[in-house]
């Protein structure tokens, strides 16, 4: 039987209702408005689409939105200043660089200088430091998503024998810190695959839980995979162009291959992305209240 598709699309849109709920009761409650920004350098094409649609979500979702425009050959020290201006900014509450940065600016240097309590990219080094020790304040958005698709699927993470392959910054490590806490929607068994992994398909056809940030088009095939496993592909990978001009996506897994063995899987796109977008607004309602010091 083929694969139950696990819609982000769908998921990211509950989520999203939640929110408005949210930030209707935080400006009627406490006169508090999220508020998000959004700091671009230069006018790479992804980022631009990215941060665009970023926006769009927040000003929908009735934030306070504001977008950055940067030069490509704004000064490090320039971009700094302006992160340090948001830093002390109390209407602002989130603060997120969109990267990758032009090669002449220090990318850690960079995420470092944002004020850990308005990181809701979750990337500074004290955010993730506190999710490793299961006292996570922000998770990084793709992970959060990953997880919140398991949840909010009913699909049992306690116990199972997870497999992620890519160990980035961004989605691997972090999901798999996730995943192997201690805590309620984790307690599962976790093993990280990359390119040293010797006989990565050894590993990935014992997974309950199958999780895919390569960046590898299809490159796991339906063999790899164990029969009625959960499958998440992460992989966002442009292949051409649509009759209608816009990028064509496949993810990182053999779609039609895999549906056929899985028990669950998620479509590029309409998977894992809309899902990031959506925890990147959770995430800046979790700021707002931090700031104000009020709770949930
Ligand atoms: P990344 O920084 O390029 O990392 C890729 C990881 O995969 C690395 O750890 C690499 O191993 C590993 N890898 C690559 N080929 C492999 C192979 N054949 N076998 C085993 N491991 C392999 O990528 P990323 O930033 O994590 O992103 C991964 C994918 O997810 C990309 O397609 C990206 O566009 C997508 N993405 C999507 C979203 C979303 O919102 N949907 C968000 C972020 C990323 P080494 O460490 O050994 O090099």
Redesign the pocket.
């Known amino acids: 039987m083929p694969a139950r598709i696990i819609s982000g699309t769908e998921i990211a849109s509950q989520i999203r209702e939640e929110i408005r709920k949210e930030v209707a009761y935080l400006k009627e409650k406490y006169q508090v408005i999220p508020g998000l920004v959004t700091i671009i350098v230069g006018k790479n094409p992804a980022s631009v689409s990215y941060v665009t649609a970023k926006q769009k979500t927040a000003h929908e979702l009735g934030f306070y939105s504001v977008q950055e425009n940067m030069e490509e050959n704004i000064s490090e020290e320039a971009l700094l200043n302006v992160i340090m201006k948001y830093n002390g900014d109390p209407l602002v509450h989130g603060i997120l660089v969109q990267l990758p940065l032009p090669a002449h600016i220090n990318e850690s240097k960079v995420l470092y200088t944002i004020n850990p309590e308005k990181d809701v990219d979750g990337f500074h080094p004290v955010n993730i430091g506190r999710l490793m020790i299961g006292d996570a304040r922000f998770y990084p958005c ?1 992970p959060y ?1 990953i997880q919140q698709l398991l949840i909010r699927s009913n699909i049992r993470i306690e116990g199972a024998e997870v497999v992620v ?4 910054n ?3 490590k972090p999901i798999a810190m996730m995943l192997c806490q201690k805590a309620k929607g984790a307690n599962a068994t976790v093993t990280i ?5 010797k006989d ?1 398909s050894f590993h990935t056809r014992h997974a309950d839980i199958l999780i895919v ?4 088009p299809k ?1 796991i095939t339906a063999d790899m995979v164990k029969d009625g496993a959960t499958v998440i592909d ?4 442009r292949i051409g162009v649509t009759p209608e001009g816009k990028a064509r996506l496949c993810g ?1 897994v053999d779609f039609e291959g895999v549906k056929e063995k899985a028990s669950a899987i998620t479509p590029v796109p309409g998977g ?2 809309p ?2 977008i959506t925890m990147l607004m959770l995430n800046t309602i979790k700021a707002a209240k931090l700031t104000r010091r009020l709770q949930g």
């Open positions: 793709t998503g392959v890519g160990r980035s961004i989605v691997g695959c990359h390119t040293g992994t990565l940030a390569a960046g590898k490159s992460v992989g966002v990978n990182d894992v992305g899902m990031t």
